[in-house]
């Protein structure tokens, strides 16, 4: 039985199912701090759904989840959010809200959640936007802003509660490859910076392995392979090694063959 206080994150045979489609099946992760842990797997494999786990969102159809000590499936409302400001979530499309600032949409976690003055959350968003190099932009809106500067107004917003655990879901998502790989390099600096522990959730494999200290494939709602990079890289599981090398020869399509055939 592994010490559960010493993960940041848990999932222990975590089921779930959403009408007649199991999405996970008996699915088991430990996340370790400081641990920049990639998950991945084809679309529709349930890696956005461990996400939502983790934060209290869904509720399992079987198993525990954990945030260090707290188990999330157990915790009165209340609880479950005094729990949630300590995990930042970035979110696919940035999620900024189009009728505030740069400043102000950072500012927003700070605003509904402390007691802060307004000095003392300008003083936090200005140090989060520095970090994240748009220290300039504070008055721009969101629509005058790139994909990759919306991206890192999302990243800001999500430090300025101190997490320790961010979670990421498709942070490259839409961007183009060298704007994506600014997003990967400041990923990994900032989760240095803060020894924060992060779980990223991507199919994109360049930008996997550039931030990844470990590495999940999620398959038939199982994790299938959980390794270190180089390990990963090496592994024998056919799935995997289909996976990587994005051939179309493989077990991942036997089963979709019928299905196109059908449609």
């Given at each position: 039985?592994?010490?559960?206080?010493?993960?940041?994150?848990?999932?222990?045979?975590?089921?779930?199912?959403?009408?007649?489609?199991?999405?996970?099946?008996g699915t088991s992760l430990e996340v370790r701090p400081q641990d920049r842990l990639v998950v991945m797997g084809q679309s529709g494999s349930g890696k956005s759904t461990i996400l939502r786990l983790i934060l209290g969102i869904l509720q399992p159809s079987s198993g525990s989840v954990f945030f260090k000590q707290f188990e999330i499936t157990r915790l009165k409302r209340r609880k479950l959010m005094q729990v949630r400001h300590q995990i930042g979530m970035v979110y696919q499309y940035?999620?900024?809200?189009?009728?505030?600032?740069?400043?102000?949409?950072?500012?927003?976690?700070?605003?509904?959640l402390t007691d802060k003055s307004r000095a003392e959350i300008d003083e936090v968003v200005d140090e989060k936007l520095r970090l994240v190099g748009l220290q300039d932009?504070?008055?721009?809106?969101?629509?005058?802003?790139?994909?990759?500067?919306?991206?890192?107004?999302?990243?800001?917003?999500?430090?300025?509660?101190?997490?320790?655990?961010?979670l990421f879901d498709e942070p490259s998502a839409g961007l183009d490859p060298v704007i994506a790989s600014v997003i990967d390099e400041l990923i990994i600096s900032l989760t240095e910076q803060s020894k924060v522990t992060s779980i990223i959730v991507t199919h994109e494999m360049g930008s996997a392995f550039r931030i990844g200290t470990r590495m999940a494939m999620l398959y038939h709602g199982k994790i299938i392979e959980d390794a270190a990079p180089e390990q990963f890289k090496q592994s024998t599981n056919p799935v995997v090694a289909q996976f990587l090398s994005g051939s179309t020869e493989g077990p991942i399509l036997e089963g979709t063959q019928d299905a196109i055939a059908a449609k």
């Open positions: 039985m592994s010490n559960h206080v010493a993960n940041v994150v848990e999932l222990r045979d975590v089921h779930m199912q959403f009408e007649d489609k199991q999405v996970l099946d940035s999620a900024l809200l189009s009728s505030r600032n740069v400043r102000d949409n950072v500012a927003l976690p700070l605003e509904e932009s504070r008055e721009q809106m969101p629509s005058e802003l790139s994909g990759g500067m919306r991206k890192r107004v999302s990243l800001a917003r999500a430090l300025v509660l101190e997490p320790e655990l961010i």
